[in-house]
């Protein structure tokens, strides 16, 4: 089965950076997001690229974070700057898939921390 694995989070302090990879186990043709739940709150959108390199942001992290991709390693990234203690959050790879034979499949990794400590 297809399995997303985060990596990158940790402990960081207010205006730091962190980059964040998620890499999936296959070669899949689709839509590539991060995601974040802060305790207490609903997951959330943080970021999406598409297979043409189109990306789309929060408005809490627009202008902070890029999110890039690497369709060779199969791998997604989140580099995220000037860190906020509001950015602590576990945070989530997602990929829709957009062809077949993952057409209509939506995967979700495990989840990577992120702290920032003020």
């Known amino acids: 089965q297809v399995q997303l694995v985060e990596s990158g989070g940790g402990l960081v302090q207010a205006g730091g950076s962190l980059r964040l990879s998620c890499a999936a186990s296959?070669?899949?043709?689709?839509?590539m997001g991060w995601y974040r739940e802060a305790p207490g709150k609903q997951r959330e959108l943080v970021a999406v690229?598409?297979?043409?390199?189109?990306?789309d942001y929060a408005d809490s992290v627009k202008g902070r974070c890029t999110i890039s991709r690497d369709n060779a390693k199969n791998t997604v990234y989140l580099q995220m700057n000037s860190l906020k203690p509001e950015d602590t959050a576990v945070y989530y790879c997602?990929?829709?898939?957009?062809?077949?034979?993952?057409?209509?499949?939506?995967?979700w990794g495990k989840g990577t921390l992120v702290t920032v400590s003020s």
């Open positions: 997602k990929i829709n898939g957009i062809s077949l034979p993952y057409l209509g499949m939506a995967y």
């Open positions: 296959a070669s899949i043709f689709g839509i």
């Open positions: 690229i598409t297979t043409g390199a189109i990306t």
